[in-house]
C-alpha cells in the first residue's frame, strides 16, 4: 500500500498541496483527476520522491519514501514522468535495459536479458528492438518507456499523463496496456490523468483534487457523479452508461 500523511507543498506564497492524506491500496489502477493546478503532478513527483515536500510523510509498502535508499526504493516504484525526453539516441532495447539499472548498476547479466526480452514481448516491440527511439510513432514511443518500467520489475508504477500527446487511438491503446498491466501482474498503477472518461472505465479507485486538496476518493461508480463531478470541476456534467461504464458528457 502506498500511504500519503499530512503532505504539503508551497511555491513562495502559493500552497500548490494542501495537508493531502490518502491510502492507495495494492493492485488495481488509481487514477488521479481535477482540474488544472489541482496539485496532481505535484502530488505523484512528491510520492515518487521527484519533489520533497513541505510537512508529511509518504510511504510505501511501509518503507518510507524519503529515507529509503534509491536502490532500494527503485526495486520498489518505477516511476515515468510527462517529460520523459532523451537526451541521447538509444534503440528501444537500450532504453528497455535502462529498467534494469536498479538490479545490476550497468552490468546486465543474462537474467536482465530475460527481463528486457519479456517486456518487450509484452509490449509488442520486440521487432522494433534495434530502431532508435527518436524515429517511432507517438504510440509507439510511449509502450517503448512503459516497457522500460515494466523492466523494472517492481510492484508499483507511477505514472505522470501517460497520455500525454497521445491520440484517441493510442489513448485506448495505453489504457487497456495498463489494464492489462495490472490484472495479469498484479501491479499497483497510479497515474494522473485529465480525461474521466479513461479514468471511469479503466480505474478501480480515482482520487479527486481540487486547490491542492483531496475532495472526493473512491471507485468510478461514487465519482461518476453528477454533484460529486461538478464538485470537482465547477461544471455541469451529464452521466451516460454504455457497457456498464459511467460516461460523463461535458461538451454540450
Not at 48 to 65: C, K
Not at 75 to 91: E, F, P, S, Y
Not at 108 to 128: G, H, N, Q, R
Amino acid at each position: 500500500m502506498i500511504s500519503v500523511t499530512g503532505v504539503s507543498k508551497s511555491y513562495a506564497n502559493q500552497v500548490v498541496v494542501d495537508g493531502v492524506s490518502a491510502d492507495i491500496k495494492e493492485g488495481g489502477i488509481t487514477s488521479i483527476i481535477g482540474p488544472n493546478g489541482a496539485g496532481k503532478s505535484t502530488l505523484l513527483s512528491i510520492m515518487s520522491r521527484l519533489l520533497r515536500m513541505d510537512a508529511g510523510s509518504v510511504s510505501v509498502d511501509g518503507l518510507d519514501v524519503f529515507a529509503t535508499p534509491g536502490k532500494e526504493l527503485a526495486r520498489k516504484m518505477a516511476i515515468l514522468r510527462q517529460d520523459n525526453q532523451l537526451t541521447v539516441r538509444l534503440t528501444v532495447r537500450d532504453l528497455v535495459g535502462f529498467g534494469r539499472y536498479p538490479h545490476n548498476g550497468g552490468r546486465p547479466t543474462s537474467a536482465d536479458k530475460v527481463f528486457i526480452d519479456e517486456a518487450m514481448a509484452y509490449l509488442d516491440l520486440t521487432a522494433l528492438a534495434d530502431r532508435f527511439v527518436d524515429e517511432l510513432s507517438g504510440g509507439q514511443r510511449q509502450r517503448a518507456f512503459i516497457a522500460m518500467v515494466l523492466a523494472q520489475g517492481t510492484d508499483y508504477l507511477l505514472l505522470d499523463e501517460p497520455l500525454n500527446n497521445l491520440d484517441m487511438k493510442h489513448s485506448v491503446e495505453m489504457m487497456r496496456l495498463l489494464r492489462r498491466l495490472t490484472d495479469d501482474f498484479g501491479k499497483t498503477v497510479v497515474l494522473v490523468i485529465h480525461d474521466i472518461n479513461f479514468a471511469s472505465c479503466y480505474s478501480d479507485d480515482i482520487i479527486a483534487m481540487r486547490q491542492g486538496r483531496i475532495i472526493h476518493q473512491g471507485p468510478p461508480s461514487r465519482i461518476m457523479q453528477p454533484d460529486v463531478l461538478r464538485d470537482i470541476y465547477e461544471i455541469d456534467i451529464r452521466i451516460e452508461e454504455i457497457d456498464g461504464n459511467r460516461i460523463g458528457v461535458y461538451f454540450a
